[in-house]
C-alpha cells in the first residue's frame, strides 16, 4: 500500500486495518484527510473504526498532512497523536471527530495491518 497516497486503495486499506484494532473510542463520524491542495480522501467512522469512504459528505474534521507525514503514522516512527500535540498536526474542525482517528493511528495492530 501506498501510504503517502489518498486514493481509493488507501481508502480500502484503511478500512481493512481498522477491523485489527481495538476501537479504543466509540462514536462516528466523517473525517477528510488531504495532502496538498489536489488528494483528498474523505472517510466514515463507525464505532471507533474506519468504515470506508463518505463520498461527497460534509467531513466534521480535515486533517492536512504531508506525504511523509502519512507514511510515518503508518510506519509508527511518529505518532499521530504526539504530532497533534505538539502542533505540528493541525487538523480542522471537530476535536471529537480527530479523537478516534488518533486512537487507530496509534493502535499497533492498526498500523501493522495497515502496512502488510
Not at 27 to 56: P, Q, W, Y
Amino acid at each position: 500500500m501506498a501510504a503517502g497516497s489518498l486514493d481509493d486503495g488507501w481508502i480500502e486499506a484503511v478500512t481493512a486495518a481498522s477491523g485489527a484494532a481495538e476501537p479504543a473510542l466509540a462514536g462516528s463520524a466523517v473525517v477528510e484527510f488531504t495532502i496538498g491542495k489536489t488528494e483528498r480522501a474523505v472517510l466514515r467512522i463507525v464505532d471507533g473504526r474506519f468504515a470506508g469512504g463518505a463520498g461527497e459528505a460534509e467531513p466534521e474534521v480535515s486533517i492536512p498532512v504531508t506525504a511523509e507525514q502519512l507514511t510515518d503514522f503508518v510506519d509508527g516512527r511518529e505518532s499521530m497523536s504526539r504530532a497533534f500535540m505538539r502542533g505540528d498536526l493541525k487538523p480542522v474542525g471537530s476535536t471529537g471527530a480527530l479523537l478516534p482517528v488518533l486512537a487507530l493511528f496509534d493502535d499497533p495492530a492498526f498500523r501493522e495491518a495497515l502496512a502488510s
